[in-house]
């Protein structure tokens, strides 16, 4: 006897687009660095094998930002 497939609950395929269009980055930063903060970035990513810098910086932003608001969201008292 055959086994039955497991038929998971569709998602709509509009919504999926909808999700994939809000994740679209359009807007551009441009970060200088000094020469020996350059080298220490590109030491990192050798030393580590990260293949993209700017998702590399991309989340180090992101996660420094997302914790100090966090740390001070609006209080009542």
């Known amino acids: 006897m055959a086994k039955k497939k497991?038929?998971?609950v569709a998602?709509?395929?509009e919504y999926l687009r909808?999700?994939?269009a809000a994740?679209?980055?359009k807007n551009r930063q441009v970060l200088y660095f000094n020469d020996s903060e350059l080298a220490a970035?590109?030491?990192y990513c050798d030393k580590f094998k990260v293949r993209s810098k700017s998702s590399l910086l991309r989340e180090?932003?992101?996660e420094k930002i997302i914790s100090e608001l966090e740390d001070n969201h609006p209080t009542l008292f």
Do not use: F, S, W, Y
């Open 18 to 20: 909808k999700q994939k």
């Open 41 to 43: 970035i590109t030491a």
């Open 23 to 25: 994740l679209v980055r």
């Open 11 to 13: 998602v709509d395929p």
């Open 6 to 8: 497991k038929t998971g």
């Open 60 to 62: 180090i932003v992101m």
